[in-house]
């Protein structure tokens, strides 16, 4: 999650608990918030890590893939190259314990390489995380083009996008994010509504994780620039009980 990375996975994202949601289908009684919990790990306020990291079996110190996380996840706040090159070598040092699981590995990749072309930072690592984040920016592999690809659209597409906007804090990728955020509907199939429901979550979530989320969501609000989203946005200003906003 992104208290949470959420990356994405959000997995770059930050997690509250989910929405209580029971969907009865014509067929089969599916309880969507079971499913809903299959992907999304619930982590407690004040614990920020990759959803994704948060999802596995750490074989590295749960204290280091904590602190990576929150590595990743703040970094747009207050970016520095002291700071850049600290994220380049903790991501490198923990590459083993990243890449065991799902795509945490090419999260943290993509986080680097969108703040190195952001900043105009040299990916300057030795390890396999600068080596992905330097393909990522070179554009040429299959992998790199997956990432910049904006015509695919799934639940890993999802995770890069938080990641492009935790190495950047540009609100182009919550855009992107929130134009697929919808919560599931009477009827759907797990295919048709997970990926747009991880949208949702993790947009309404990191609105209370971080202050740069809200504002967006506040700024759509006023302006009425997703009209079919207004419902939606007011659910993610709304205070929250206990909830606790970072920058």
């Given at each position: 999650?992104?208290?949470?990375?959420?990356?994405?996975?959000?997995?770059?994202?930050?997690?509250?608990?989910?929405?209580?949601?029971?969907?009865?289908?014509?067929?089969?009684?599916?309880?969507?918030?079971?499913?809903?919990?299959?992907?999304?790990?619930?982590?407690?306020?004040?614990?920020?890590?990759?959803?994704?990291?948060?999802?596995?079996?750490?074989?590295?110190?749960?204290?280091?893939?904590?602190?990576?996380?929150?590595?990743?996840?703040?970094?747009?706040?207050?970016?520095?190259?002291?700071?850049?090159?600290?994220?380049?070598?903790?991501?490198?040092?923990?590459?083993?314990?990243?890449?065991?699981?799902?795509?945490?590995?090419?999260?943290?990749?993509?986080?680097?390489?969108?703040?190195?072309?952001?900043?105009?930072?040299?990916?300057?690592?030795?390890?396999?995380?600068s080596s992905l984040a330097r393909e990522i920016i070179k554009g040429e592999s299959k992998v790199a083009k997956y990432v910049k690809d904006d015509s695919?659209?799934?639940?890993?597409?999802?995770?890069?996008?938080?990641?492009?906007?935790?190495?950047?804090?540009?609100?182009?990728?919550?855009?992107?994010?929130?134009?697929?955020?919808?919560?599931?509907?009477?009827?759907?199939?797990?295919?048709?509504?997970?990926?747009?429901?991880?949208?949702?979550?993790?947009?309404?979530?990191?609105?209370?994780?971080?202050?740069?989320?809200?504002?967006f969501a506040k700024q759509c609000l006023e302006s009425n620039t997703f009209r079919t989203k207004v419902e939606f946005l007011k659910e993610c200003v709304?205070?929250?009980?206990?909830a606790k906003t970072n920058e």
């Open positions: 999650h992104i208290q949470s990375l959420p990356f994405l996975r959000s997995r770059f994202l930050s997690a509250n608990t989910l929405d209580n949601r029971r969907i009865c289908r014509h067929n089969h009684d599916v309880n969507h918030e079971i499913l809903l919990n299959a992907f999304f790990a619930v982590v407690q306020p004040g614990n920020v890590c990759l959803l994704a990291v948060a999802m596995f079996a750490l074989s590295a110190r749960a204290d280091d893939l904590q602190k990576i996380g929150e590595e990743m996840s703040y970094f747009y706040v207050t970016p520095s190259q002291e700071r850049y090159e600290h994220l380049q070598s903790d991501a490198n040092r923990l590459a083993n314990s990243l890449q065991k699981k799902d795509n945490v590995d090419l999260l943290a990749a993509v986080v680097i390489a969108a703040a190195s072309q952001k900043h105009h930072w040299e990916v300057a690592g030795k390890g396999e995380i695919i659209v799934d639940v890993r597409k999802l995770d890069v996008w938080w990641a492009d906007f935790f190495g950047t804090g540009d609100s182009e990728y919550l855009e992107k994010i929130l134009r697929y955020a919808k919560h599931p509907q009477p009827g759907e199939h797990a295919s048709d509504f997970m990926m747009p429901a991880m949208a949702a979550w993790s947009f309404k979530s990191n609105c209370q994780q971080h202050k740069a989320v809200m504002a709304s205070p929250k009980p206990h």
